[in-house]
């Protein structure tokens, strides 16, 4: 006959066992749940049958993945890209933008420009680049950056020469390195005004179907007939250190020259723009290319002492995300290029990188949630539930980011999808099926 005491020892033990299997059987369960949610939404659509697709969906309080299929594949990412530039600002470029660097000697200011793209440009109302100028006027010398890149990205698409997603990289940015054209009754509007002359009109400005291009190796913006009218256009202008300059001058209406002179040796200061994370959110939300490939120039100008993005990439490679369990082939800071590859589980690795080195209120404040930015019209019933990035190319929808469901689990999630023959619309809603099904169910 058993006493108490041993018949309750066995009681605990099955208990313990019992818990234990339940809560295994519960897991197992999940995991099947959202497999055949996977299925249903995205791998089983004639959406998606003839794309490549990859998706990780990982449980941050677990630890493990919850659903993996093709994870560990490389795809083009598209605008994901952009997240490995936005982790690497948020680390190294501090609370606030470097606009520039300085040497002071009396009145005199040595001035090096750091590729600050904030200048001049419309998003940003404060100019504390400007206020100095303006303050130091006559006493500031601008000698020429620390620049090894050029002008586009690796594997960039050549004849997107005037499209407004692709401006030219450079050292010292104005105006977002676009000119904006502005069609008001029968004139036009042009900012930097310095390109005024540079508008040839082909076609009668009062017709309705006119529109704007560039030449290819000019900067000679001509006005013809369209197929549509332009209400207002954005067309990047080919930059070089004396123009941008020129511009600069020419806003400032105060005599600004550059020079090559070696300049002797310092303590270069840092002088302030914009807060980073101001950058960062426009930079997320709106999916804008030249501020990547800017911020990503700063980061280079931070680490190394020179801008260049293949310098800094492989410097970021060997050592912020060398722990990542595929080694991405990295091409620029946007994800313009097609030559970028990179998994589910790195993107899923960096984000996870991301929560642990940083406050979750800033991750939020950076990335969009449902139905705001380029998810706007997406997930309009889960703001607060989902903070992602969205990647668009021809053939190519990509979204990595973080979820939180109904019963407060969080998970962190890519889903990408390649050469599909579908429209992207499809593809997101199909994305977005399986994503908010995790969100209501588990």
């Known amino acids: 006959m058993r006493s108490g005491k041993t018949q309750y020892r066995i009681y605990t033990l099955c208990s313990s066992c019992f818990l234990l299997f339940a809560l295994v059987f519960s ?72 606009a520039f660097q300085y040497i002071k000697d009396g009145d005199e200011y040595t001035v090096r420009f750091t590729a600050d793209p904030t200048l001049l440009h419309p998003d940003f109302k404060q100019q504390p680049v400007v206020d100095f100028f303006k303050k130091n006027s006559g006493n500031i010398t601008i000698v020429s950056p620390s620049w090894q890149s050029r002008k586009y990205g690796s594997g960039w698409a050549w004849n997107d020469y005037d499209a407004d997603y692709m401006p030219e990289r450079s050292a010292m940015p104005v105006y977002g390195n676009v000119v904006h054209f502005e069609k008001k009754g029968n004139n036009v509007i042009v900012i930097p005004k310095n390109f005024k002359d540079s508008l040839y009109l082909l076609a009668d400005t009062r017709s309705s179907n006119v529109q704007i291009g560039r030449k290819e190796n000019a900067n000679i913006f001509e006005l013809k007939k369209g197929k549509s009218a332009f209400a207002a256009t954005d067309i990047p202008f080919i930059t070089s250190n004396d123009l941008n300059v020129e511009l600069l001058s020419d806003t400032l209406h105060q005599e600004l020259t550059l020079t090559d002179a070696e300049v002797a040796n310092g303590h270069w200061h840092s002088f302030k723009s914009q807060p980073t994370d101001s950058l960062l959110k426009i930079m997320m939300h709106r999916s804008d290319n030249f501020f990547a490939e800017q911020t990503l120039l700063m980061v280079s100008q931070q680490l190394l002492g020179v801008m260049s993005d293949a310098k800094v990439i492989d410097t970021l490679l060997k050592s912020d995300y060398a722990s990542f369990p595929q080694k991405p082939r990295w091409a620029d800071g946007s994800g313009l290029s097609r030559y970028n590859l990179i998994s589910p589980e790195d993107f899923v690795t960096l984000l996870a990188k991301m929560k642990n080195d940083f406050s979750w209120n800033r991750i939020t404040g950076i990335l969009q ?34 979820i939180t469901t109904n019963k407060g689990k969080q998970y962190i999630f890519s889903v990408m999808v390649n050469a599909h023959q579908s429209s992207a619309s499809n593809i997101r809603k199909g994305i977005e099926k399986f994503l908010s099904g995790v969100m209501d169910k588990y």
């Open 27 to 98: 897991s197992c369960s999940v995991e099947k749940k959202i497999s055949k949610q996977a299925r249903q939404n995205i791998l089983n659509d004639n959406s998606f049958t003839a794309a490549h697709t990859g998706i990780a969906l990982y449980d941050v309080a677990a630890g493990k993945y919850a659903y993996q299929y093709q994870s560990n594949k490389y795809f083009v990412p598209a605008s994901n890209t952009k997240l490995l530039a936005c982790y690497a600002a948020m680390k190294y470029l501090g609370d606030s933008i470097t």
């Open 369 to 402: 949630t449902g139905n705001e930015g380029t998810l706007t019209g997406l997930y309009k019933n889960y703001s607060g539930k989902i903070y992602a990035k969205t990647g668009t190319l021809n053939g190519v929808v990509a979204l990595s980011g973080f």
